[in-house]
Protein backbone atom coordinates (compact mmCIF):
# COMPACT_ATOMS: atom_id res chain seq x y z
CA UNK A 1 0.00 0.00 0.00
CA UNK A 2 1.33 3.74 -0.93
CA UNK A 3 0.18 4.69 2.59
CA UNK A 4 -1.71 7.79 3.37
CA UNK A 5 -1.32 10.69 0.39
CA UNK A 6 -1.41 14.03 0.38
CA UNK A 7 -1.39 16.44 -2.20
CA UNK A 8 0.21 19.17 -2.67
CA UNK A 9 3.20 18.72 -0.72
CA UNK A 10 4.05 22.37 -0.74
CA UNK A 11 1.39 25.15 -1.49
CA UNK A 12 2.09 28.97 -1.42
CA UNK A 13 -0.56 31.61 -1.79
CA UNK A 14 -1.78 35.00 -1.12
CA UNK A 15 -3.77 36.62 1.41
CA UNK A 16 -7.50 35.90 0.86
CA UNK A 17 -7.13 33.18 -1.55
CA UNK A 18 -8.82 29.73 -1.38
CA UNK A 19 -6.75 27.01 -0.78
CA UNK A 20 -7.60 23.37 -1.01
CA UNK A 21 -5.80 19.77 0.41
CA UNK A 22 -6.61 16.66 -0.25
CA UNK A 23 -6.01 13.94 1.12
CA UNK A 24 -6.01 9.88 0.41
CA UNK A 25 -6.51 7.50 3.02
CA UNK A 26 -4.81 4.16 3.03
CA UNK A 27 -7.00 1.60 1.28
CA UNK A 28 -9.78 -0.01 4.07
CA UNK A 29 -9.17 2.42 7.03
CA UNK A 30 -12.60 3.96 8.26
CA UNK A 31 -11.30 7.00 10.29
CA UNK A 32 -9.60 10.00 8.78
CA UNK A 33 -7.93 12.67 10.46
CA UNK A 34 -7.05 16.09 9.41
CA UNK A 35 -4.45 18.25 11.97
CA UNK A 36 -2.44 21.08 11.76
CA UNK A 37 1.35 21.73 12.98
CA UNK A 38 3.11 24.43 14.04
CA UNK A 39 5.45 25.95 16.31
CA UNK A 40 3.62 28.10 18.52
CA UNK A 41 0.52 24.77 18.89
CA UNK A 42 1.78 22.12 18.44
CA UNK A 43 0.05 19.16 16.80
CA UNK A 44 -3.58 20.31 16.75
CA UNK A 45 -6.63 17.59 15.55
CA UNK A 46 -8.59 19.93 13.51
CA UNK A 47 -11.66 17.45 12.49
CA UNK A 48 -12.03 13.58 11.93
CA UNK A 49 -14.33 11.55 10.20
CA UNK A 50 -15.28 8.15 10.63
CA UNK A 51 -16.98 6.19 7.64
CA UNK A 52 -16.96 9.31 5.68
CA UNK A 53 -19.19 11.17 8.10
CA UNK A 54 -17.98 13.81 10.52
CA UNK A 55 -17.85 12.94 13.76
CA UNK A 56 -15.72 16.06 15.62
CA UNK A 57 -15.28 19.67 14.20
CA UNK A 58 -14.49 21.45 17.50
CA UNK A 59 -10.48 21.69 16.28
CA UNK A 60 -11.66 23.75 13.01
CA UNK A 61 -10.56 27.02 13.75
CA UNK A 62 -13.38 29.14 12.23
CA UNK A 63 -15.75 29.13 9.34
CA UNK A 64 -12.85 30.00 6.72
CA UNK A 65 -12.30 26.16 7.72
CA UNK A 66 -14.52 23.24 6.01
CA UNK A 67 -13.81 19.88 5.11
CA UNK A 68 -15.59 17.09 3.21
CA UNK A 69 -15.30 13.12 2.99
CA UNK A 70 -17.20 12.41 -0.54
CA UNK A 71 -16.45 8.73 -0.45
CA UNK A 72 -13.88 6.32 1.49
CA UNK A 73 -11.39 7.20 -0.52
CA UNK A 74 -10.99 11.33 -0.45
CA UNK A 75 -11.14 14.04 1.35
CA UNK A 76 -10.43 17.96 0.86
CA UNK A 77 -9.57 20.35 3.72
CA UNK A 78 -10.98 23.97 2.75
CA UNK A 79 -9.57 27.22 3.48
CA UNK A 80 -11.60 30.24 2.16
CA UNK A 81 -10.52 32.82 2.10
CA UNK A 82 -6.72 32.06 3.28
CA UNK A 83 -5.20 34.12 6.21
CA UNK A 84 -1.35 34.27 6.90
CA UNK A 85 -2.00 32.88 10.22
CA UNK A 86 -2.88 30.03 8.49
CA UNK A 87 0.57 28.99 7.53
CA UNK A 88 1.66 25.76 9.08
CA UNK A 89 1.91 21.90 7.74
CA UNK A 90 -1.41 19.85 7.68
CA UNK A 91 -1.20 16.43 7.79
CA UNK A 92 -3.92 13.82 7.03
CA UNK A 93 -4.03 10.53 9.30
CA UNK A 94 -6.00 7.52 8.47
CA UNK A 95 -6.99 4.20 11.17
CA UNK A 96 -8.47 1.01 10.60
CA UNK A 97 -10.96 1.78 13.84
CA UNK A 98 -10.89 0.07 17.74
CA UNK A 99 -8.27 3.23 18.90
CA UNK A 100 -5.98 1.85 16.54
CA UNK A 101 -2.53 3.60 15.39
CA UNK A 102 -3.09 6.32 12.88
CA UNK A 103 -0.54 6.39 9.74
CA UNK A 104 0.16 9.93 8.60
CA UNK A 105 0.31 11.47 5.33
CA UNK A 106 3.89 13.69 4.36
CA UNK A 107 1.69 16.67 5.19
CA UNK A 108 1.24 19.69 3.28
CA UNK A 109 3.39 22.52 3.81
CA UNK A 110 0.95 25.82 3.36
CA UNK A 111 2.10 29.37 3.10
CA UNK A 112 -0.20 32.33 3.08
CA UNK A 113 1.60 35.52 2.38
CA UNK B 1 -10.70 15.36 30.75
CA UNK B 2 -7.92 13.40 29.19
CA UNK B 3 -4.54 15.23 28.87
CA UNK B 4 -0.92 13.66 27.70
CA UNK B 5 1.75 15.91 29.16
CA UNK B 6 5.29 15.74 28.18
CA UNK B 7 7.46 17.87 30.54
CA UNK B 8 10.68 17.92 28.99
CA UNK B 9 10.14 20.52 25.71
CA UNK B 10 13.70 19.68 24.56
CA UNK B 11 16.96 17.40 25.40
CA UNK B 12 20.10 17.08 24.36
CA UNK B 13 22.87 14.24 25.00
CA UNK B 14 25.84 13.18 23.42
CA UNK B 15 25.96 9.90 21.01
CA UNK B 16 26.14 7.03 22.65
CA UNK B 17 24.28 7.83 25.96
CA UNK B 18 21.43 6.76 27.15
CA UNK B 19 18.62 9.24 26.96
CA UNK B 20 14.38 8.95 28.78
CA UNK B 21 11.57 11.02 27.50
CA UNK B 22 9.14 11.13 29.67
CA UNK B 23 5.46 10.87 29.19
CA UNK B 24 2.56 11.42 32.06
CA UNK B 25 -1.25 11.11 30.92
CA UNK B 26 -4.80 11.60 32.50
CA UNK B 27 -7.78 9.94 31.64
CA UNK B 28 -11.22 8.92 33.41
CA UNK B 29 -11.47 5.45 31.34
CA UNK B 30 -10.15 2.61 32.53
CA UNK B 31 -9.56 1.13 29.43
CA UNK B 32 -7.22 3.33 26.83
CA UNK B 33 -4.41 3.22 24.76
CA UNK B 34 -0.47 4.72 24.51
CA UNK B 35 1.34 5.27 21.69
CA UNK B 36 4.65 6.82 20.70
CA UNK B 37 5.78 9.06 17.70
CA UNK B 38 8.48 10.36 15.97
CA UNK B 39 8.93 13.18 13.83
CA UNK B 40 12.12 13.45 12.40
CA UNK B 41 13.66 16.04 10.62
CA UNK B 42 11.99 15.04 7.30
CA UNK B 43 8.77 15.84 9.01
CA UNK B 44 6.92 13.00 8.32
CA UNK B 45 5.13 11.38 11.63
CA UNK B 46 5.79 7.69 12.43
CA UNK B 47 4.07 5.07 14.50
CA UNK B 48 6.72 3.65 17.21
CA UNK B 49 4.31 1.78 19.97
CA UNK B 50 0.88 1.45 21.36
CA UNK B 51 0.02 -0.35 24.22
CA UNK B 52 -3.75 -0.94 26.22
CA UNK B 53 -4.25 -0.03 29.58
CA UNK B 54 -4.31 -3.79 30.26
CA UNK B 55 -0.67 -4.70 29.41
CA UNK B 56 1.73 -2.96 31.70
CA UNK B 57 4.71 -5.51 30.15
CA UNK B 58 7.51 -3.18 29.11
CA UNK B 59 8.31 -3.39 25.95
CA UNK B 60 11.70 -3.72 23.90
CA UNK B 61 12.37 -3.47 20.44
CA UNK B 62 16.07 -3.15 19.44
CA UNK B 63 17.54 0.31 21.31
CA UNK B 64 14.06 1.67 22.16
CA UNK B 65 12.08 0.39 25.15
CA UNK B 66 8.88 1.68 26.98
CA UNK B 67 8.09 1.45 30.52
CA UNK B 68 4.69 1.79 31.38
CA UNK B 69 3.06 2.60 34.77
CA UNK B 70 -0.39 2.82 35.90
CA UNK B 71 0.49 3.31 39.31
CA UNK B 72 2.05 6.69 38.52
CA UNK B 73 0.12 7.29 34.77
CA UNK B 74 3.10 7.27 33.13
CA UNK B 75 4.39 5.90 29.81
CA UNK B 76 8.06 6.31 29.16
CA UNK B 77 10.67 5.89 26.27
CA UNK B 78 14.10 5.14 26.86
CA UNK B 79 16.96 5.18 23.95
CA UNK B 80 19.63 3.03 24.70
CA UNK B 81 23.08 3.61 23.14
CA UNK B 82 21.12 6.65 21.31
CA UNK B 83 22.46 7.69 17.30
CA UNK B 84 22.24 10.55 15.42
CA UNK B 85 19.83 9.46 13.24
CA UNK B 86 16.85 9.18 17.04
CA UNK B 87 17.38 12.94 16.73
CA UNK B 88 13.62 13.73 15.82
CA UNK B 89 10.33 15.13 17.57
CA UNK B 90 8.87 12.66 20.19
CA UNK B 91 5.56 12.53 20.65
CA UNK B 92 3.39 10.89 23.54
CA UNK B 93 -0.44 10.11 23.07
CA UNK B 94 -3.45 8.96 24.58
CA UNK B 95 -6.64 7.82 22.70
CA UNK B 96 -9.32 6.39 24.72
CA UNK B 97 -11.62 3.31 23.47
CA UNK B 98 -15.01 5.20 22.71
CA UNK B 99 -15.46 3.68 19.67
CA UNK B 100 -13.29 5.80 17.97
CA UNK B 101 -9.69 6.90 17.01
CA UNK B 102 -9.62 10.14 18.37
CA UNK B 103 -5.88 11.14 19.68
CA UNK B 104 -4.48 13.47 21.93
CA UNK B 105 -1.48 14.05 21.34
CA UNK B 106 1.25 15.67 23.34
CA UNK B 107 3.28 18.57 23.17
CA UNK B 108 6.23 16.92 21.89
CA UNK B 109 10.29 16.57 22.84
CA UNK B 110 12.79 17.48 20.63
CA UNK B 111 15.82 15.40 21.27
CA UNK B 112 18.93 16.37 19.94
CA UNK B 113 22.21 13.93 19.78
CA UNK B 114 25.15 15.39 19.26
CA UNK B 115 28.02 13.71 17.39
Known amino acids: DAGVIQSPRHEVTEMGQEVTLRCKPI?????LFWYRQTMMRGLELLIYFNNNVPIDDSGMPEDRFSAKMPNASFSTLKIQPSEPRDSAVYFC???????????FGPGTRLTVL | AQKVTQAQTEISVVEKEDVTLDCVYE???????LFWYKQPPSGELVFLIR??????QNEISGRYSWNFQKSTSSFNFTITASQVVDSAVYFCALSEAKGDDKIIFGKGTRLHILP
Open chain 2, 27 to 33: TRDTTYY
Open chain 2, 51 to 56: RNSFDE
Open chain 1, 93 to 103: ASSSGLAGEQF
Open chain 1, 27 to 31: SGHNS
